[in-house]
Structure formats: C-alpha cells, structure tokens
C-alpha cells in the first residue's frame, strides 16, 4: 500500500543517495509515487541498484545520474543534467556529503578532511542550490532540501566536532538566506539529524554506542528512515507554509 502523502508525479533529485539517510529518502519518496533521480559519485552499480528499488516502491520514473561534487564542472553539469531529464524538477535534495568519518577520508589529516568537506558539503550546497533555486523560481515553485546537524549550533568537542560545526553551520545559515532570495516560488528547509546509525553509527565504538543513546529523550539512535520521513514531509504539498527552517531530528536532544 502507498505511504501518505501522495506524491505521485513529484520530480525529485536526490543527492548521495546510493547509501544511508540519501537511499532512504529516495526510498521514502518512492513509496509515495515520486519520480527519483538517483545520485552517486563511485558507484554507478549501486546507484542502479537503488533506482531499480525505487520503480519498485512506487515511482513512475527513476534515473540515475553520476558526479563528483568536489568538482565544479562536475556539479554544474548534474543541475543542468538533472533539470532537462523530465523537463525541470519539483523538488531538489541536497543530502550529499564527504566521509571522513569511515573508509579512506578517515585516514586524512585535519587540513585535507576540512578541503574535503568545504568543497562537497558547502561550496556544492551553496552553488548548486542557487542554481536550481533560480530555476524553480522561474518556473513557478519548487523546494529544496539541505543537510546540516543538530549539534552544529550547540557545539561538540573534537576535530569532527569543530570540522561539522564550521561546514554544517555553514550550511544552516545559507539555507536562511537562501529560503528569503526563493521566496515565494520556492520553498528552502534544512535537515538538522542528530545521532543517526549510518556506516560510522554501526561501528563505533561502546562508548560512542552509550553516548548517543543517553542523549536523546527518546534513548535510541535515530535511523535513516527518520530523516527520511522528514524530508518526505518537507517536499510534499502538506508542508507548504514551511519555509527558511532548520528541523532537528534528534529524539528531542537538547545540549
């Protein structure tokens, strides 16, 4: 059965979506009749594998485009890319980010993490959702989705901790100035996920395990599907009064 709202013929772009809170959300608007236009950077079998799950689920339409957002051409082209596939977009999530957390980015030293991340969370936030925004703006509508973190405004110890604070913070506050350029075409909300058990949340260590348990209200890790059922509600008609928001979805954490 199709999960409330309909979204049934909604143009959708969801970025770093072959993996965690991006696939589930491409999984989440899927369920509700959206058209999904998977993102990855490496992986093309992957990225198919979740376009596939998608026309599964429920979209009429699912497509998959490739690009390294670290590189401006690269990030340029996947706008205009994704724009002409089905004649503009409804809806543009920007869920990418760089790991440096797990795998080869967790290996490089503080300078090169922060090269990294500014260029791929922020320099391809800000460039590529100007871009899109003044798109959908003369079009008529549209809404944009960002990624930040919860602990962004209330700060975290530790080189992760200063390094997302200065890249997600950035992304926040660029989402405020951004939701008042669009407006009132288009509609520009961030999510702010707190502790969610992504690649890093199932293998951190018992401490980390404890930490983001006692935490939060709610006493669990979040999962993807949290943030995806967010961001499903965010783009769809029923959040139509919501604007220049950062919504935390951390199980009521408060720091």
Known sequence: MRSSPDLSGLRCMVLGSTSGIGRATAFALASSGADVIIHGRRSR????SVAAECLRLGSARSAVLMADLAARDAGDQLVQDAWNLWDGLDAWLHLAGADTLTGP???LDFDAKLDLLWAVD???TLRLCRQVGALMKQQGHGTILTMGW?????????DSGELFAATK???MCLTRS????LAPEVRVNCLAPGWIKTSWGEQASDEWQARAVSEA??????????VAQVARFLVSP???FLTGQIVRINGGAIR
């Open 238 to 240: 029923a959040a139509k």
């Open 217 to 226: 209200p709610l006493a669990r890790w979040g999962t993807p599907d949290d």
């Open 45 to 48: 079998d992957a990225a198919e």
């Open 122 to 124: 922020v320099v391809s």
């Open 178 to 181: 951004l939701s008042l350029s």
């Open 105 to 107: 980015g967790a290996s």
């Open 169 to 171: 913070g950035a992304i």
């Open 150 to 158: 919860d602990q962004a405004e209330t700060g975290m110890e530790g």
